[in-house]
């Protein structure tokens, strides 16, 4: 009794001298410089040392709203190089927020031209601008995207004008305003200088999108296939043939039929119904990852996204039996894939 109430005294006095250093200025201003210093310059999760091909997911959720996570964005970095898929609403946040070192993007690309796809382009435009890139943003997409990017920066304009009035020539240059945007042509290699690296577009059905990509990656031995959004029309398949990640959209019809059932207004009710229709189920990711011998199946642009464990167990339920090696990726989930052996790391970023 008489130890237990030392030990009580004990952390109340710690707990009492802790909020007294709280109060005092000196001791405020050394953790704020501290966390100051800690925000603007870690970009600890990029640019290691050991050479790897990495994927971090930089946006999991679909258009279905789903609290904590930002709609689809994929980023992948070879080497120290980096090339991000799609950029959905929520993205460049957490693409800043993990310290994203942007002078390393070397090109944004976009699966399809769907807004939970691309709506952050103009802020990844801002940031990397802010961080000194150097020529316009590269940005490689399905045919019209100069449309999509021509928008943007017509919409952007007088942004562009008062940055670069304000901060001046040397920090924010007109010359490299804007994008510079490439058709992308099915099974076309993406040019790009990063040794060892192949980026290559297959096209796959969104219909009544009329143009839609998933992307084979390889790095110097590693693989990763992204889907983007597709029905299972067979190419996916085709291309994730014995890759070591496969990073796929899938659609629980059984939870989106329950939504259905308490939809609150009728034009919902005709939209959930409306996008099963052009959206690989859960199951048939799997059968996919199984059937092409994926070491990892990393599911993302969940329709829904499950908000908790129940929702996210009744979100599998389809593929048991089917397939086992599977992750529902969060924002930060990285997948690490060393070059040089077969292991896969997963983790998460903060
Ligand atoms: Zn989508
Ligand atoms: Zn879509």
Known sequence: MK???????????????????????????????IGLKNILSNSEPFLDKEDSLKVVICGSRSPLPSPGRAESCVLVEAGDDIYIFDMGNGSVNNLQEFQVPWTNVKAVLITHMHSDHMADLPDAHLQSWIQGRNSPLMVYGPEGINLVTKGFELAYSADYQYR????????????VSGFNAV????????????PGLEILPFVVDHYPVNSSFGFKVSYKGRTVVISGDTIHDGSVQKYSQDIDLLVHSAISIDIVERMRKVAPTPQFDKILFDIQDYHTKIEEAGEIARDANVKHLLIYHSIPTPRNTVMERVFFRPIEGIYEDYTLSDDGTRVVMPVGNNEIVIDKIN
């Open 183 to 194: 058709e992308i042509v099915d099974n076309e290699l993406i040019p790009n200088d990063t």
């Open 164 to 175: 670069n009035e304000h901060h001046g020539d040397e920090i924010l240059p007109m010359s």
């Open 3 to 33: 130890k237990l109430l030392i030990f009580l005294s004990l952390i109340i006095a710690i707990y009492l001298i802790g909020q007294l250093a709280l109060n005092s200025h000196t001791v405020q201003d050394r953790i704020l410089n």
